[in-house]
């Protein structure tokens, strides 16, 4: 079975770009999040998804960040303008069902750096 | 609230002793308190988990326990090996239930 998908795994942009950020998730699994993690920290969420309807986006930044899961599989996380502390780990994982006592499977992540 | 500490930040040991995290959590309705591995850039792994209705569970060289009383668990890794030098993560559940709060991390480092 294959595991939760990213691309691209590293991306170097200047500030004021965007970028964009895609995610498949396990197969069947229904929850979706996308977390961002900083240099020695953990995994902090941005949005979860539960099928195609973003159910928490309360710590995602909605001047520049957006999100959507069309038809409840993949998933694209955006920045548009990225700025200078964008730069982290954006870690996209997914669970079978909704709630906080489901293993949740990360993907490999993507490095962002924004010069 | 929405808080999950974890101690200490860092921790060597030498290769055959003992190692062990400590976390604590605020809500004491959390249920379900995973613990992740995640070697250097890779991705975080699911190493053990615990739910609230057991105090211990055990898997090999690795175990968890759980008061829930005092509103903490720790990951205790025994007879180390140089390859689980890597960043731990523990997580609980927010109030409701509805997401996970992950810990800062401990970054264990195993010396041969």
């Known amino acids: 079975e294959a595991g939760v998908v990213q691309s691209p795994r590293y991306k170097i942009i200047e500030k004021k770009q965007p970028v964009a950020f895609w995610c498949n998730p396990i197969?069947?699994?229904?929850?979706l999040y996308w977390y961002r993690q900083n240099l020695g920290q953990g995994p902090e969420l941005l949005i979860r998804?539960?099928?195609?309807?973003?159910?928490?986006d309360s710590q995602l930044p909605k001047d520049r960040f957006s999100a959507e899961r069309l038809k409840g599989v993949d998933s694209t996380l955006k920045i548009q303008p990225a700025e200078l502390g964008d730069s982290a780990v954006y870690l996209c994982a997914s669970s079978l069902d909704w709630g906080g006592s489901y293993e949740q499977y990360f993907g490999p992540g993507t490095r962002l750096t924004v010069t | 609230g929405e808080n999950v500490e974890q101690h200490p930040s860092t921790l060597s040991v030498q290769e055959g002793d003992s190692a062990v995290i400590k976390c604590t959590y605020s809500?004491?309705?959390?249920?379900?308190f995973p613990w992740y591995k995640q070697e250097l850039g890779k991705r975080p792994q699911l190493i053990i988990d615990?739910?609230?209705?057991?105090g211990e569970k055990k898997d090999q060289r690795i175990a968890v326990t759980l008061n829930k009383t005092a509103k903490h668990f720790s990951l205790h890794i025994t007879e180390t090996q140089p390859e689980d030098s890597a960043v731990y993560f523990c997580a609980a559940p927010n109030t409701g239930g509805f997401k996970t709060i992950f810990g800062a991390g401990t970054r264990l480092f195993v010396k041969a």
């Open positions: 809500d004491s309705a959390s249920n379900y």
């Open positions: 197969s069947g699994h229904n929850t």
């Open positions: 998804y539960e099928n195609e309807e973003a159910v928490d």
């Open positions: 615990i739910r609230s209705n057991v």
